[in-house]
Protein backbone atom coordinates (compact mmCIF):
# COMPACT_ATOMS: atom_id res chain seq x y z
CA UNK A 1 0.00 0.00 0.00
CA UNK A 2 2.69 2.39 0.75
CA UNK A 3 4.11 1.78 -2.44
CA UNK A 4 0.70 2.42 -4.40
CA UNK A 5 0.91 -0.90 -6.14
CA UNK A 6 -3.20 -1.45 -4.57
CA UNK A 7 -3.27 -4.69 -6.75
CA UNK A 8 -0.59 -6.63 -4.84
CA UNK A 9 -1.56 -5.54 -1.69
CA UNK A 10 -5.48 -6.69 -2.22
CA UNK A 11 -3.61 -9.98 -3.67
CA UNK A 12 -1.88 -9.77 -0.34
CA UNK A 13 -4.91 -9.75 1.78
CA UNK A 14 -6.51 -12.04 0.20
CA UNK A 15 -3.85 -14.70 0.64
CA UNK A 16 -3.38 -14.03 4.40
CA UNK A 17 -7.50 -15.44 4.13
CA UNK A 18 -7.00 -18.09 2.34
CA UNK A 19 -3.90 -18.71 4.28
CA UNK A 20 -6.53 -18.38 7.89
CA UNK A 21 -9.35 -20.40 5.74
CA UNK A 22 -7.07 -23.50 4.72
CA UNK A 23 -5.29 -23.41 8.62
CA UNK A 24 -8.59 -23.31 10.13
CA UNK A 25 -9.42 -26.27 7.24
CA UNK A 26 -6.57 -28.58 8.28
CA UNK A 27 -6.52 -28.33 11.63
CA UNK A 28 -10.49 -28.70 12.46
CA UNK A 29 -10.44 -27.74 15.73
CA UNK A 30 -14.22 -28.69 16.18
CA UNK A 31 -13.11 -32.17 16.16
CA UNK A 32 -9.72 -31.99 18.07
CA UNK A 33 -11.72 -30.02 20.75
CA UNK A 34 -13.26 -33.10 21.60
CA UNK A 35 -10.00 -34.61 22.90
CA UNK A 36 -7.41 -31.77 22.94
CA UNK A 37 -8.65 -28.49 24.47
CA UNK A 38 -5.12 -26.64 25.17
CA UNK A 39 -4.13 -27.90 21.12
CA UNK A 40 -7.70 -26.31 19.99
CA UNK A 41 -6.99 -22.88 22.13
CA UNK A 42 -3.77 -22.78 20.40
CA UNK A 43 -5.53 -23.14 17.18
CA UNK A 44 -8.47 -20.46 17.94
CA UNK A 45 -5.95 -18.17 18.86
CA UNK A 46 -3.71 -18.18 15.92
CA UNK A 47 -7.08 -17.75 14.25
CA UNK A 48 -7.84 -14.62 15.59
CA UNK A 49 -4.95 -13.51 15.12
CA UNK A 50 -5.13 -13.98 11.32
CA UNK A 51 -8.52 -12.48 11.56
CA UNK A 52 -7.17 -9.31 13.64
CA UNK A 53 -4.57 -8.91 10.62
CA UNK A 54 -7.38 -9.51 7.89
CA UNK A 55 -8.83 -6.01 9.90
CA UNK A 56 -5.94 -4.45 8.94
CA UNK A 57 -5.07 -5.88 5.72
CA UNK A 58 -8.63 -4.87 4.09
CA UNK A 59 -8.67 -2.11 5.89
CA UNK A 60 -8.01 0.28 2.93
CA UNK A 61 -10.28 -2.09 0.65
CA UNK A 62 -13.39 -2.91 3.09
CA UNK A 63 -12.99 0.09 5.89
CA UNK A 64 -16.80 -0.95 7.01
CA UNK A 65 -16.45 -4.54 7.17
CA UNK A 66 -12.90 -4.16 8.36
CA UNK A 67 -14.64 -1.94 11.44
CA UNK A 68 -17.34 -5.05 11.99
CA UNK A 69 -14.34 -7.03 12.30
CA UNK A 70 -13.00 -4.96 14.87
CA UNK A 71 -15.78 -4.93 16.34
CA UNK A 72 -16.56 -8.45 16.67
CA UNK A 73 -13.17 -9.36 18.45
CA UNK A 74 -13.56 -6.32 20.41
CA UNK A 75 -10.15 -4.91 19.37
CA UNK A 76 -10.91 -0.88 17.62
CA UNK A 77 -7.56 0.29 18.58
CA UNK A 78 -5.69 -1.68 15.65
CA UNK A 79 -3.35 0.58 13.87
CA UNK A 80 -2.20 -0.08 10.46
CA UNK A 81 1.36 -0.41 11.84
CA UNK A 82 0.38 -3.43 13.28
CA UNK A 83 -0.19 -5.00 10.57
CA UNK A 84 2.02 -8.75 10.26
CA UNK A 85 2.12 -9.13 14.30
CA UNK A 86 1.40 -12.24 15.91
CA UNK A 87 -0.06 -10.77 19.25
CA UNK A 88 -2.74 -8.51 18.29
CA UNK A 89 -5.11 -10.02 20.42
CA UNK A 90 -3.85 -11.50 24.20
CA UNK A 91 -4.80 -14.77 25.54
CA UNK A 92 -8.49 -14.77 27.04
CA UNK A 93 -9.07 -11.55 25.22
CA UNK A 94 -13.05 -11.21 25.17
CA UNK A 95 -14.85 -11.04 21.88
CA UNK A 96 -18.01 -9.81 21.09
CA UNK A 97 -21.17 -11.90 20.38
CA UNK A 98 -20.38 -14.11 16.89
CA UNK A 99 -22.43 -12.27 14.04
CA UNK A 100 -22.13 -12.52 10.19
CA UNK A 101 -19.77 -10.31 8.70
CA UNK A 102 -21.75 -10.57 5.31
CA UNK A 103 -25.20 -11.14 4.35
CA UNK A 104 -26.03 -13.99 1.63
CA UNK A 105 -28.02 -12.15 -1.25
CA UNK A 106 -30.64 -13.84 -2.80
CA UNK A 107 -31.19 -13.92 -6.72
CA UNK A 108 -34.41 -12.37 -6.23
CA UNK A 109 -32.77 -9.41 -4.80
CA UNK A 110 -29.96 -9.25 -7.55
CA UNK A 111 -32.98 -9.30 -10.28
CA UNK A 112 -34.40 -6.35 -8.42
CA UNK A 113 -31.33 -4.35 -8.71
CA UNK A 114 -30.57 -5.32 -12.05
CA UNK A 115 -34.45 -4.32 -12.99
CA UNK A 116 -34.04 -0.98 -11.62
CA UNK A 117 -30.61 -0.53 -13.14
CA UNK A 118 -32.05 -1.34 -16.36
CA UNK A 119 -35.01 0.98 -16.12
CA UNK A 120 -32.55 3.66 -15.19
CA UNK A 121 -30.28 3.35 -17.87
CA UNK A 122 -33.38 3.36 -20.18
CA UNK A 123 -35.05 6.36 -18.82
CA UNK A 124 -31.16 8.02 -19.31
CA UNK A 125 -31.57 6.75 -23.16
CA UNK A 126 -35.07 8.69 -23.65
CA UNK A 127 -33.81 11.59 -22.05
Avoid at 8 to 27: E, F, H, Q, S, V
Avoid at 33 to 51: C, E, H, P, S, V
Avoid at 62 to 85: E, H, T, V, Y
Wanted: proline share 5%; charged share 25%; net charge positive.
Amino acid sequence: MDNYRFRDALKDAMNLARIGNKYLADTEPWKLAKTDMARTGTILNIALQITANLALAFEPFLPFSSAKIKQLINKSDLRWSQLGSTDLLPAGHPLSQPALLFEKIEDEAIAKQVQKLEDSKKANEQK
